[in-house]
Every structure is written in structure tokens, then in C-alpha cells.
């Protein structure tokens, strides 16, 4: 049974894409980084072992400071990269419907964050063996975290398709990002409490990143947070493709 040509086409991308990480530092760099950090903010900044309890709240906590630095950085060459060698012009030449080209780079960016997580399952079985966790809950709070990496990487896959300079696609993924996230901190929704009231302050956080991170840290499966993840990283891929479009209609 052939493919469809789009289903084809972002397969190819993918693997193109795929390839392009591994065979250049970047993937390396990134998932070498992101393991040394997050240890280094679990054990030295969270106190993992000072806490005695066998769960991996220190080790969660710090995803969305880390992946929101980390992860535009792995996202800014997607589009920007393409334009700078020229290959974009290539790429735009091919018989391929725009979504498949944004879905596949999008989605092997994706596949990085994924191993980067992937490879801290270690720390995983390491508080199995300590003491008895709540398996469902961090099983619960990986997932979210992969959510929430895809959200960082498609607001990075905009940005990028936005303009052809790296380092300005990763410092708007950045500021973006921070914005995102910064919007769930105590200290921002008690400001806007005290100054538009409790009601705003709410409908404020459901819109941050870490609002709906935290829920699915604590173990809890919400549809709402689900639906925001999906809808943050489909109203990016969205907009690059909206992008990308552009280019090929000039």
C-alpha cells in the first residue's frame, strides 16, 4: 500500500531532519547539557538526597526553566538554517504540501527531547530501589514533560520560520517562552490579583506553562492541560507553516 504524498514527504523531512541532528554536534551537545544540568539542579539546587523522599519532585521542577533555554536552541536552525545556506529555495521547489515539511522538522526536534528524556530513566529506577514512589505519578509527570518540550520546540519552529538569523529566532523563542512560563509563578499571579482581581489571576495562569505542567507533576491527569499542550503546539506549527507558506507564495 503506497503512501499518501504527504504522509511521504514528512517521513522524508523527518529523516532528513533526523540525520542533520546526529551527524552534527547540536544533538549531542544539547542532550550532554540538558543530562549535566539537570542533575546538577536536582541534586545540588533541589537537594534530592537532603529531602529523604523517594520522588522526583527536585528532578521535575526544573523542566520548564531548563527546556525553555535548552530547547530554542535545538529549534532556531529548523528554519533559520535553511534560509542562511540557501536551502530553503530548494525546499520550497519540492511537490510537498507545506504541512508536511513543518510537521517532519518539527517532529525529529521532537525525537531529540525525547531521548534527552529518555536517558534520565536511570534516575527513575534509582528511587525505585531507594524507597516505593508513586510510579504513576512521574509516569504521569514524563508525559507531561514531553508535552510541554514539544510546546517549547513548536514556538521555536515560529520562530525560526520568522526570520533567518539564529541567534534572533532562539532570543524570541526565549522571551516567548519565559512569558509563557513566568505566568504561572505565584509572584506574577499574586500581581495580578492584587491589581485586577483573583478571577483574572486565574484565567492569567490557565494560560502559562507551568500552570498546567505542575497539575500533571503532582499526578494528575487533566483533560484541560492535555488540550492546552496539543492546542499551544498546534497554534505554533500553525503559524510556521502560515511562515513558510509566505516564502513560497513570494
Known amino acids: 500500500m503506497k503512501k499518501r504524498p504527504g504522509l511521504a514527504s514528512m517521513t522524508a523531512i523527518y529523516r532528513r531532519e533526523l540525520l542533520a541532528y546526529l551527524t552534527t554536534p547540536t544533538a549531542y551537545v544539547f542532550v550532554a547539557v540538558f543530562l549535566f544540568a539537570i542533575g546538577l539542579f536536582t541534586f545540588q539546587v533541589g537537594g534530592f538526597f537532603e529531602a529523604r523522599r523517594a520522588d522526583l519532585n527536585a528532578f521535575f521542577a526544573f523542566h520548564p526553566w531548563i527546556f525553555m533555554v535548552f530547547l530554542p536552541a535545538v529549534s532556531m536552525r529548523l528554519w533559520a538554517e535553511e534560509t542562511r545556506s540557501g536551502a530553503v529555495e530548494l525546499l520550497m521547489t519540492l511537490p510537498a504540501p507545506t504541512w508536511s515539511l513543518v510537521l517532519g522538522k518539527f517532529l525529529a526536534a521532537w525525537t531529540i527531547a525525547a531521548v534527552a528524556l529518555l536517558l534520565t530513566i536511570p534516575l527513575w529506577i534509582t528511587v525505585n530501589v531507594l524507597g516505593s514512589p508513586d510510579n504513576a505519578a512521574i509516569f504521569t509527570a ?18 525560526s520560520a520568522l526570520t533567518p538569523a539564529q541567534v534572533v529566532a532562539f ?80
Open 142 to 159: 514524563y508525559l507531561a514533560s514531553l508535552l510541554m518540550a514539544g510546546a517549547y520546540i513548536a514556538i521555536g519552529s515560529a520562530m
Open 171 to 250: 532570543v524570541l523563542a526565549v522571551l516567548i517562552s519565559f512569558l509563557l512560563t513566568a505566568l504561572g509563578l505565584p509572584l506574577v499571579l499574586d500581581f495580578f490579583s492584587g491589581v485586577v482581581g483573583g478571577a483574572v489571576a486565574e484565567t492569567v495562569a490557565r494560560f502559562s506553562i507551568m500552570h498546567h505542567f505542575d497539575a500533571a507533576q503532582r499526578g494528575v491527569v487533566e483533560f484541560r492541560s492535555i488540550f492546552y499542550f496539543v492546542s499551544l503546539i498546534s497554534l505554533c506549527l500553525g503559524f510556521t507553516a502560515l511562515a513558510v507558506d509566505a516564502r513560497r507564495g513570494g
